[in-house]
């Protein structure tokens, strides 16, 4: 049953895929599903066999349409604060995740929806999908991380004319200004989304882990401090056997087999 499962995941190796799968409410986030989306996540950040986390939605039409509005209508106004400390929770937590987080937004993305998809490290679009952080024409404002992270992602002049204007960017749109890496046919989105994920497998898992955490980590220190914590990312490496499997391969030119220790 959909409601049953409002989150679908799936092992593929080290790849960690989940579908938002309330296709019928546009994958819209609803408390159940935001409580499940949690506990997959407080699971998957513990586990070193997951090289990468992938999210994407069901249904073909939204990746996300954002917080459930049918819901959200019928919650007592003292039950706000609380649904709003689960879903930031839930965009920290997908931010906190220690593997690369790649988006693979296959349709709209809207208020939460977008928050999400900026909360993953890396983000791909499907050329139909429009994106945007629409909160101000619902009479609330972007609350799970969008206020914080859209300016540090696009620069706090485009962040203001997006979110003050709660403009629907369109995939070319988005792409002009840096929303999303690329964005290809709807339906090329899920090879698109391979191919980020093979070109992520093909580096180490541990460095990857280590090169996330150095850079959000670091970027708002202080430059000397931020390069301590660069160093002490990069220590983190230098016992690993990836990186000597890495020297290997090099010096016997072939590709290196990673395996995350
Ligand atoms: N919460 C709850 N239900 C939602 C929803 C949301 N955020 N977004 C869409 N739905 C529901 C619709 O009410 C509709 O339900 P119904 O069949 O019972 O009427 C169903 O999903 C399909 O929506 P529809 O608008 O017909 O689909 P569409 O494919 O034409 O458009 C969107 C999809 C995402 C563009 C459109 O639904 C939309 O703009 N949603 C609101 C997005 C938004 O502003 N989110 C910010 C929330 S803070």
Redesign the pocket.
Known sequence: MTEAQPVLLERRGHVAALTLNRP???N?LSVAMMRQLREILQELRDDASVWLVTLTGAGG??FC??????ERRTMPEQQVPEVLALIRGLMDDIAALPQPSLAILNG?A???GCEMALACDLRVLASEA?MGL??T??G?IPGAGGCVRLPRLLGLAKAKELILLAKRLSAAEALQVGLVHEVCQGTEIDALGQAYIDALLRNGPLALRAAKRAMEGSWDLPAADALRFETECYMQIIPTQDRLEALAAFAEKRAPVFKGC
């Open positions: 019928e409410s546009r819209a039409k939204a349409a954002g917080a459930d509005l049918k709209h809207f208020g939460g429009m629409t909160e024409s619902l609330i």
